[in-house]
Nanobody, 114 residues
Framework: QVQLVESGGGLVQAGGSLRLSCAASGFTFSDYGMAWYRQAPGKRREWVATVTTTGSTSYADSVKGRFTISKDNAKNTVYLQMHSLKPEDTAVYYC????????WGKGTLVTVSS
């Protein structure tokens, strides 16, 4: 079955960087675009970034220029490189496989201290 396992979260000071990883299994990874979402305490889950099968990327305005999504088909892994982190980036970050897979990982917590 489809499995998505996020890692790389943690505590970082404002202005710092983190790289999140999402290891995928149970499907042909190269056939799907992937996305990252996040959910801050007390808020709704929101879209962060998407990478398509051709490598095209798109970002929420709130992270544009600071975050980079990438996909390594050889490793069945999607990444989210985050720079210039802000306290408002504090959230649980989720990996999502869209389309007919419609599958979520369990998330990894990112905490940005001011």
């Amino acid at each position: 079955q489809v499995q998505l396992v996020e890692s790389g979260g943690g505590l970082v000071q404002a202005g710092g960087s983190l790289r999140l990883s999402c290891a995928a299994s149970g499907f042909t990874f190269s056939d799907y675009g992937m996305a990252w979402y996040r959910q801050a305490p007390g808020k709704r889950r929101e879209w962060v970034a998407t990478v398509t099968t051709t490598g095209s990327t798109s970002y929420a305005d709130s992270v544009k220029g600071r975050f980079t999504i990438s996909k390594d088909n050889a490793k069945n892994t999607v990444y989210l490189q985050m720079h210039s982190l802000k306290p408002e980036d504090t959230a649980v970050y989720y990996c999502f496989a869209p389309g007919r897979l419609n599958s979520w990982g369990k998330g990894t917590l990112v905490t940005v201290s001011s």
